[in-house]
């Protein structure tokens, strides 16, 4: 579902990711990890051509649409729909004056796409008593998960998510991976994991790709990166790990 060669993204003079590679297949969960900094959403974002101003190299693949090359409409609706992105803070992206239940009939009638949007909030365990509710009325972990319910309601192949990386943030991280766990399994999507925190990955990803300043430091198997890890510096992010 995304494949992506020799991927670049510079700003200006400055190279912030470099990846050689990197794929995720139906049903397969990569994980980015790596400090604040690193590159990791940048590398996110570039994969939907949603970086401004960045100069890109390389090629990426994104549900079989080459995204470097494709018109703005067909990468439309691979963004709206096919591979759907749930950012750091989703609330600033949906509009404050709609209903949460009003911008999901919206979604949906704008990719002409049937589905009952209570069954997707119950798929992400929210209450669909919440569609009613305007997105400030929502927690931070909420609208997460009103994000994947969209995702899902959209019928989305791949998620892209950007985890927050506030340390308080913790027990609305799990809930989100919970969900996002349970719907890989039963919906054989394709997720791209950005976080920077190893415990919560080691519970969801199949592989891991460890950034550093903008470099790709190490990756592999989810398992054996985390158990025996050949870097130094991942080494020290396993041990900052509670
Ligand atoms: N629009 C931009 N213009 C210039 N530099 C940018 C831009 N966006 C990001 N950068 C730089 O690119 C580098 C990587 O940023 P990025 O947001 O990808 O890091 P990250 O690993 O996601 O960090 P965090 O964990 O804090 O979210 C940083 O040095 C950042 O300052
Ligand atoms: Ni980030």
Do not use: W
Not at 155 to 162: K, Q
């Amino acid at each position: 579902m995304i494949e992506v060669r020799d991927l670049e993204v510079r700003y200006g003079s400055r190279t912030v990711a470099r990846v050689p590679e990197l794929d995720v297949a139906a049903g397969e969960c990569v994980a980015i990890v790596g400090e604040s900094g690193s590159g990791k959403s940048t590398t996110l974002m570039s994969l939907l051509g949603l970086t401004e101003n960045a100069d890109i190299s390389g090629n990426i693949s994104v549900c079989g649409l080459n995204v470097r090359t494709a018109s703005p409409r067909a990468l439309r609706t691979i963004r709206g729909a096919r591979a759907a992105l749930v950012m750091q803070s989703p609330q600033a992206a949906l509009s404050p004056t709609t209903r949460l239940g009003t911008l999901m009939r919206r979604a949906l009638k704008l990719h002409k796409i049937e589905a009952d949007p209570e069954a997707a909030m119950k798929a992400v365990m929210l209450d669909p008593a919440l569609l009613r509710r305007y997105p400030h009325e929502i927690s931070g972990g909420q609208a997460q998960r009103f994000a994947i319910a969209l995702a899902i309601a959209l019928g989305a192949e791949v998620i892209l998510a950007d985890e927050p990386t506030s340390a308080l943030d913790v027990t609305v991280q799990a809930e989100v991976i919970a969900v996002l766990r349970r719907l890989q399994r039963e919906r054989d999507l394709a997720i791209l994991l950005v976080s920077h925190d190893l415990a919560l990955v080691s519970t969801i990803a199949d592989r891991v790709l460890v950034m550093k300043d903008g470099e790709v430091v190490e990756s592999g198997p989810a398992a054996e990166v985390l158990a025996d890890p050949s870097h130094p510096y991942t080494r020290d992010l396993l041990e900052a790990t509670p």
